[in-house]
């Protein structure tokens, strides 16, 4: 035998021994009255109370680590989308004013939490975590936990910061766990994949798909009276952000209604007249410019929303933004 067929039998040898034992297993499994479970098909909780809470501890902890070092790697493991890009961004452009660290470090508390946590089929799994914050005064902190693999740590990909009397109730099963909307739930006033969308549409166009508030209507007003000023023009482009880890996720509420994160990008353009200047931008916006600011300046941020979406037929039929949190991630000069 050669040496190659000799190393194909063995690996035929080995596969075959370990199918044998998954077939063992599966027996005495039955045997014994149990259910062999397909992690892809049944329908579980994303996790446990205790894994959550851990979860959360080993989040704050590096956050604190990163945050006192400005070094994005001490918590790169545990950030992902839209927050991961914000808190990359807040990172780097603090580490290139502050090489040493940051000067005015104050470590996050995050106490009172509440998990509210889904069961589903498939990945990923997630799950919400609403606490207090040193950070603010009243805001509740809504931070979303993310994983696509048991393999890999929990990273938060929302943060939203929403009033106690906001946060809904949720509907829960006799085990205490909730329910997960699917993206595409057609008796919401708005299926979760088309929130960003919506939204973008919205701040460009009007209409009266979205309540008003400070999220909608009022940041609509504030752009409009900032974008033309005596020597000085800003446009506005806003685009959807729902792929990977910027997919829209969805919690069922008691009323049959859903509370709905997800992301969207947003780009502002401030363009100087002849013989004028761009207003010279703060030193974290600075870090993350690139080129020379000439006549032009182009800040790309990314921004992830909370909103209520409301059952469809029900009340006024609106999508309420509870709240958004908003960051600088780059800049071109010109």
Known sequence: ????????????????????????????????????????????????PAEAAKAL?????????????????????YTTGPLGDIDAARLTAG??????????????????????????????????????SNKSTSARWLLVFLRHDLDEPWQVAYLT??????????????????????????????????????????????????????????????????AKKPGLVTQ????????????????????????VFFASRHYRKQTAAAGATVPTPNEAVLALTKGEIKQSLLMEFVSNEVALDPKKGSGQGQVDVLGRVQGLTSAQGS
């Open 95 to 132: 580490h290139a004013n502050n090489p040493g660290g940051n000067p005015e470090h104050a470590p996050l508390e995050l106490s009172d939490a509440k998990y509210t946590i889904p069961k589903k089929a498939g990945w990923p799994r997630w799950f919400v975590a609403d606490t207090k």
């Open 1 to 48: 035998m050669t040496r190659e067929r000799s190393r194909r039998w063995l690996r035929r040898r080995e596969r075959n021994a370990l199918m044998a034992a998954a077939v063992v297993t599966a027996l005495s499994l039955t045997a014994g009255g149990c259910v062999v479970v397909h992690g892809e098909r049944e329908v579980l909780p994303a996790a446990t």
């Open 161 to 226: 910061l929403v009033e106690p009397s906001d946060v809904p109730r949720f509907k829960k099963d006799a085990d205490g766990f909730a329910e997960a909307v699917p993206a595409d739930s057609p008796d919401l006033a708005a299926a979760p994949e088309d929130l960003s969308k919506g939204y973008t549409d919205y701040l460009r166009s009007g209409g009266t798909s979205f309540a008003d508030g400070t999220h909608t209507s009022v940041w609509r007003a504030q752009r409009e009276k900032n």
């Open 236 to 259: 506005y482009i806003d685009e959807a952000a729902t792929a990977g880890d910027y997919a829209p996720l969805a919690l069922r509420t008691a009323d049959g209604g859903a509370l």
């Open 57 to 77: 501890e080993q989040f704050t902890s590096a956050y604190n680590r990163a945050d006192k070092a400005y070094d994005n790697s001490l918590d790169a493991d």
